[in-house]
């Protein structure tokens, strides 16, 4: 009977790939005993793969072991002579001079093959980046190797764990975790070049659009509302030099990208900020409405007061520009529910200014 042919690497690894894929998920509804024989069948099979890949090692290892030196023996006229064995008629001297010249070189050659071969030190860091290099491969053949039903199984069970997480988190930890999260984000933009950031830019964009189109008015409303509340705690966190700087910064930003649009992108973005404040405008109540107005008023009085009298006629000229600009971009149907609205808007301001001196008659009376 012929030996059995051991298996290859690549073999044992596509035999191991294979037995994940045939045995990891059942085929069809299962039961108690029926999983119990599938997880059998699996680990039976991949203890038996182990042990081959184990074995290969060995083997492999065994060859690399180097053999003794043998002397070399040859046969003169019916006589074993030992080459290397001292003769009655050679010179002691040169005998002398010879070997100690072949015990250098081979001391030599030995301590070469010793430092070429010894498995070098590594540091903390170079073995915690080497496991975390070992485990993403794993983790992407193992991904790789997973059906459609496995994929969603395993996202939903990552995102119910890692609610689950947040859940637990106190706020100090919380803080903690963003802190950490936003220096990661930091560096990584560092190392990117201005092409791959915009590329990941637009990656976001999209996503963003494509989680949008799948909300609902309600959930789009509630997010809207979310945003808000944070981003009040947010600046009411902030001291005033913080959201001057802040402010300076968006300004800043916002002109670098005004400027390299085109007409047909600045107009378009218009249009999409013209929809975006009218739903925001649409979501809010009357009193969240009477809130938001008056903070603007307080904010863009601070605004003028910190102003020279060359840049507040700067400011103005530019506003008037663009109120010219966005008057002629209107359509009909546009300019009229405008009209329409700001006569609710003076409507509503009589009426605020109405409440307010009733309410001082009836304080001084």
């Given at each position: ?6 298996r ?18 059942p085929?069809g509804?299962?039961?108690a ?8 069948r ?16 060995i ?33 002691p ?49 193992r ?6 039903s496995?994929k ?41 070049t ?8 637009e990656?976001?964009?999209i996503?963003q659009?494509?989680r ?24 009411a ?27 047909e ?31 603007d ?22 506003d ?46």
């Amino acid at each position: 009977m012929a030996p059995k042919r051991k298996r290859t690497r690549r073999e044992i690894e596509e035999a191991l790939l294979q037995n994940a894929r045939v045995n990891a998920t059942p085929a069809g509804p299962e039961d108690a005993s029926d999983r119990k024989k599938r997880r059998k069948r699996r680990n039976y099979h991949k203890r038996n793969l182990d042990k081959e890949f184990a074995a290969l090692n060995i083997d492999a290892a065994d060859a690399d072991v180097p053999t003794a030196n043998v002397r070399e023996v040859v046969t003169t006229e019916g006589a074993t002579v030992e080459q290397e064995g001292k003769q009655e008629d050679d010179d002691p001297a040169a005998h002398q001079r010879r070997y100690a010249a072949a015990d250098v070189e081979g001391q030599r050659t030995t301590e070469s093959e010793a430092v070429s071969t010894a498995t070098p030190i590594l540091g903390l860091h170079d073995r915690a980046a080497a496991l975390r290099a070992r485990d993403a491969e794993r983790a992407r053949v193992r991904r790789a190797n997973m059906s459609a039903s496995q994929k969603e199984r395993t996202k939903a069970k990552n995102k119910e764990r890692a609610r689950a997480s947040r859940a637990r988190r106190t706020e100090e930890q919380r803080i903690a975790i963003r802190e950490i999260e936003r220096l990661r984000k930091q560096q990584r933009r560092a190392r990117q070049t201005p092409a791959e950031r915009e590329t990941g830019r637009e990656h976001n964009r999209i996503q963003q659009q494509v989680r949008r189109a799948a909300q609902t008015d309600a959930e789009r409303r509630d997010v809207q509302q979310q945003n808000r509340v944070r981003e009040a705690a947010r600046r009411a966190d902030q001291t005033d030099t913080e959201r001057e700087t802040i402010r300076q910064v968006n300004r800043e930003r916002d002109a670098a990208s005004r400027a390299a649009q085109t007409y047909e992108q600045r107009a378009a973005s218009q249009a999409f900020d013209r929809e975006r404040h009218a739903s925001l405008r649409a979501s809010q109540t009357e009193g969240e409405r009477a809130a938001s107005q008056a903070l603007d008023r307080e904010r863009h009085a601070m605004v003028r007061a910190l102003q020279t009298e060359e840049e507040r006629s700067a400011t103005q000229a530019v506003d008037r520009e663009q109120h010219a600009t966005r008057r002629a971009a209107l359509t009909e149907g546009e300019v009229e529910a405008r009209r329409e609205q700001e006569r609710i808007r003076r409507k509503n301001k009589r009426k605020m200014a109405l409440r307010e001196h009733t309410a001082y008659r009836l304080f001084q009376k």
